[in-house]
């Protein structure tokens, strides 16, 4: 009975030392060191959704550049993947043939203003001329007239030779006809310059519009950009040959930079929360330390499905100075600030912990940490709005050690 007795005694004592054990093993398990805290505060929170989002082209978004000459590529002065400016210099055609006929055109008209500035100089001189033998003539026509008029009636009254009134009558004519050919030859001098000067003046318009299509011609052998943009294709290189034909010969391909749109996908549970004007924050992998900026500009109605989830496509126009980083198809991570509160209650996120279905936060009470459930609201990367359970200024814990049971909040 007392052997009995005495295994009772230590089975009990084996029970109760290890039940004991558990339970110092439970409070230590339940302890919660703290090693930092803070206060509940208001201040600013961001409504933030993320997703994943990819570079796209709008429609219209490439330019193809060309030429409307047929030579060698002499000079090409970009590449793939530059960034060029409105009116910068892309390429050079062969311009030797151009310019060769552009000297000759320069030599012809030269010429031709040569001879107008001759013809005006040389004709009025000669009309100058042939208006003072006109004048002699004349004068001379006059006398002759007058002395065979004497000399007729001279004869009339017997005071006068026959010989003498044929010779008077004989110089009047070569007089009349020596007026009428001074008179022949102003008039032709007269139409012959502004027949000379016509001519003169004809040649230089030609010249000047051979000149000017010449001009243009050597244009086209200069390419230009007309945008500000970035290379995404070269046709030519230097040493070939373009033919152009009724199409423009193309040579380079430049990309649009107010053409590019980050397509957001966004999932079906936030798409309510997302409107055009939105701010959105975006980077990509090529780029890390860059972060970029923009505002929604339209919801595309249409779902896209992609593994069995749905998503809508916000979409947000690329700024210009963007577009020499950015590329088509590059994957990009976003922030879309849905909303904005300035006076809000706000607790780190460190704090929040999850258990089954509830967060609750360890309320500094007299020294000592003090489980609290509370409700949360907006959640951004820094900190979490508390809509109950808190009130401005209670120290909380946010760096500790908890229960194993208990999980951060995410």
């Known amino acids: 009975m007392k052997k009995f007795l005495i295994i009772f005694i230590l089975l009990v004592a084996v029970i109760g030392g290890f039940t004991v054990y558990k339970l110092s093993q439970k409070e230590k398990q339940e302890e919660v060191k703290i090693f930092k805290t803070a206060k509940v505060k208001r201040g600013r929170i961001e409504n933030i959704i993320n997703a994943t989002a990819i570079v796209k082209t709008r ?8 030429t409307r000459t047929t030579g060698l590529v002499e000079k090409m002065f970009i590449d793939i993947g530059d960034y060029v400016k409105k009116g910068q210099l892309i390429a050079i055609i062969d311009q030797r043939e151009i310019k060769k006929n552009i000297e000759k055109l320069k030599y012809q008209l030269q010429k031709a203003k040569n ?4 013809v005006e100089k040389v004709y009025p001189l000669k009309i100058k001329e042939a208006e003072k033998n006109l004048q002699s003539a004349e004068a001379e026509y006059q006398y002759a007239l007058w002395k065979f008029e004497r000399e007729k009636q001279l004869l009339k009254e017997e005071f006068t030779t026959r010989e003498s009134y ?19 030859t102003l008039k032709r001098l007269k139409v012959e310059y502004q027949t000379e000067k016509k001519i003169a003046q004809d040649d230089i318009k030609i010249y000047q519009k051979e000149l000017e299509r010449e001009k243009i011609r050597l244009s086209y052998t200069e390419i230009y950009s007309p945008i500000d943009g970035i290379v995404s294709n070269v046709v030519a290189r230097e040493g070939e040959t373009l033919v152009a034909g009724l199409q423009a010969a193309e040579l380079v391909t430049i990309l649009k930079p107010d053409h590019l749109e980050i397509q957001i996908f966004v999932d079906e549970t936030d798409i309510g929360k997302v409107k055009p004007g939105q701010e959105v924050l975006y980077h990509v992998d090529a780029y890390p330390d860059k972060t970029f900026s923009g505002k929604i500009t339209k919801i595309y109605p249409e779902p896209v499905v992609k593994q069995n989830i749905v998503y809508y496509l916000a979409i947000v126009s690329v700024k210009k100075e963007y577009a020499r980083f950015l590329r088509p198809e590059m994957t990009v ?9 300035e006076n809000a209650l706000i ?7 999850f258990e089954r279905g509830r967060q609750f936060v360890f309320v500094i009470k007299n020294g ?5 459930f509370i409700k949360t609201g ?14 401005e200024g209670e120290v909380i814990a946010v760096k500790f050690t908890a229960p194993v049971k208990t999980k951060v909040f995410k």
């Open 59 to 66: 429609v219209n978004a490439y330019l193809k550049i060309g």
């Open 115 to 118: 001879r107008l500035e001759q």
């Open 166 to 184: 044929e010779m008077a009558q004989k110089e009047l004519e070569t007089k009349k006809a020596k007026l009428k050919a001074s008179e022949e």
């Open 333 to 341: 991570y976003t922030k879309i600030i849905a909303g904005v509160k």
């Open 347 to 353: 607790i780190p996120n460190t704090a929040v912990r």
């Open 368 to 372: 000592k940490p003090e489980k609290r």
């Open 378 to 391: 907006w959640i951004d990367e820094n900190y979490t709005e508390v809509i109950e359970g808190l009130k």
